[in-house]
């Protein structure tokens, strides 16, 4: 029985890895410009909450990492995977901490997710170009990581709130 749940589990996440990839080359799709190199809407951070939510951190960020690897490979580059593990791993870690503090819906975990993503890549940046001058960048980067972040979270929630007890029959 329990070799079933973990094909069942693999097979999941396989699923939401593609709706990922899917999701992240769409967003290559959409120009956003609002001055500032790489704001986009995050719609591939939906599928990370929803694994967060529904099969626990360990195989959510396993899977934002795959999706990281496997969009800077297929339509990014080195930098653009470092920039993007850096600011997934500081937003994983908040909104992992968030949700298991049970003080915050998913909105406002996705929300200090967006921020914290933007913040992760900044203090990457700084470290690649080795200037701070990329803080001045910040308040731009809040704004759009706080309203991504909002939107994703309302996204996520309706996704997950809709297909969760079809999820949780899925994986036991």
Known sequence: MKKNTSVKRITFLGLLLAAGLALAWME??????????????????????????TLGASQAFLLGVLRILLTGFSFGGIFAMLYSFCGFS????????????????????????????????????????????VFTLFPVLLLAGTLAGAVTGILGGMVTKRLYRSIMEMIR
């Not at 790489?38 to 929803?50: E, I, Q, R, S």
């Not at 890549?121 to 200037?131: H, N, T």
């Open 28 to 53: 290559t799709l959409i120009p956003i410009s609002l001055g500032v190199p790489g704001v986009k809407l995050g719609l591939a951070n939906v599928v990370t909450l929803m694994a967060l939510y």
């Open 90 to 133: 500081l937003s994983f870690a908040g909104m992992w901490a968030l949700k298991r503090s049970r003080r915050f819906g998913m909105m406002g975990v996705s929300g200090a997710g967006g921020i914290l993503h933007n913040m992760g890549q900044l203090i990457c940046a700084a470290l690649v170009l080795r200037s701070p001058y």
